[in-house]
């Protein structure tokens, strides 16, 4: 394209619009000029403010607020921990009451053992013959804590009275926190002692 | 001297371009990426600002409620205490009218990403029923939390020891082996 025909064209008419774009073309210069001036005053502004920034941030966290933070952190820390051990605390004492309860007269336990994992107890003992072991079992299986009995032997001993040794497996929720005092509420209870007698 | 308008203006428009692609456009973009900065500082600042002030606030009300938080470290200690655990399962077996017969302590597990370790001891406990159930309750109602593992117990003797029903629940004398499970960090 030959660019000389235009100027030549320009240089010898006189356009009235070809004026506007001149002095608009010379506005826009001294614009860019101006603005980059501007941006250049904006960013040295920025950059002061950013450094008076960024000491204040430096006051935010003081020593004795930091002792602050790392005291707070800990208990929560703490007190999450806290929660998850208290919702896992096991109230032992449950099975003994439980089996208290349940425990009918004429039956005698010598030798316990309670395993809080597997949630199960095993109970020696003696009866004094094989009907009141019978309701023995019927009384415990009959409780709301009780899963199963899952073990049973009996043996008729010299004097007539029955031996024997019971494995019970019971419902994870024997070992959980009952507000009542430290006795199991057992619906089914009183119904079985009765039973019982 | 008149002023050569189309040949100023081919240059005027040059000087645009040049001013505008190697000056102005890359100081625009300095100013913004500046400026962007200064948002984040400013945010960051807040941020830290809001935090301190709510880390303070927090701490008011732990101090408010001194005696409560110093049942949780009673609870979980900063260190196992074996010394005070011992003591306190003497004094309390005591209390409750057992003998503690031996104490040792059967795990002490080493604290694995800031968690509470485990601190296992095996109670050897001579002593009636009753008493027994009274150790027991003793501990559960401990602002330490205490877990019984385990629990075993015969009778020393198997005419006399023997748990029965609604009676009392104890007519001898047994040898309880208790493990008691608690935690420290």
Do not use: C
Not at chain 1, 82 to 91: C, M, S, V, Y
Not at chain 2, 134 to 159: G, P
């Amino acid at each position: 394209m030959d660019f000389l025909i235009f100027y030549k064209l320009l240089k010898n008419n006189r356009y009235w619009w070809f004026d506007i774009v001149f002095y608009f073309l010379v506005a826009f210069l001294i614009a860019l000029v101006l603005s980059y001036g501007i941006f250049w005053i904006r960013i040295v502004s920025y950059q002061k403010a950013i450094n008076q920034q960024i000491a204040v941030l430096d006051t935010v966290g003081t020593e004795q607020q930091k002792a602050q933070e790392k005291e707070v952190l800990s208990y929560i820390q703490k007190v999450n921990d806290f929660a998850g051990l208290l919702q896992n605390h096991r109230f032992s004492s449950n099975v003994f009451q439980l089996i208290q309860d349940k425990t009918m007269p004429y039956i005698w336990f010598n030798q316990f053992a309670l395993d809080q994992k597997n949630n199960s107890v095993q109970l020696f003992g003696e009866a004094d013959n094989v009907e009141n072991l019978s309701r023995q079992v019927v009384n415990l299986e009959g409780s709301d804590y009780v899963e199963k009995i899952n073990l049973l032997n009996s043996r008729l001993g010299l004097l007539g009275k029955v031996a024997f040794n019971i494995n019970i497996q019971f419902k994870p929720n024997i070992f959980d926190y009952i507000a009542t005092a430290t006795t199991p509420v057992d619906s089914t209870n009183n119904q079985n002692s009765e039973q019982g007698q | 001297m008149r002023l050569d308008k189309p040949l100023a203006t081919g240059i005027i428009f040059l000087l645009i371009f040049l001013i505008g692609f190697f000056f102005v456009l890359p100081k625009y973009k300095q100013f913004k990426s500046v400026q962007l900065s200064f948002e984040e500082i400013k945010a960051d600042f807040n941020a830290k600002y809001e935090y301190y002030a709510n880390i303070s606030d927090i701490y008011q009300k732990i101090q408010e409620r001194k005696d409560d938080f110093s049942k949780i470290d009673d609870a979980l200690p900063d260190s196992p205490n074996l010394g005070k655990l011992s003591y306190y399962f003497q004094t309390e077996s005591k209390k409750s009218g057992l003998l503690l017969k031996d104490l040792t302590l059967s795990k002490l597990s080493s604290k694995e990403n800031n968690a509470p370790a485990e601190i296992v001891f095996s109670l050897n406990l001579f002593g009636d029923y009753s008493s027994m159930m009274n150790f027991m309750i003793s501990m559960e109602k401990s602002a330490k939390l205490f877990d019984v593992i385990s629990i075993s117990f015969k009778s020393s003797d198997s005419q006399l020891g023997a748990v029965s029903g609604d009676k009392l629940k104890s007519k001898g004398m047994f040898d309880f082996m208790l493990q008691v499970k608690t935690n420290s960090y």
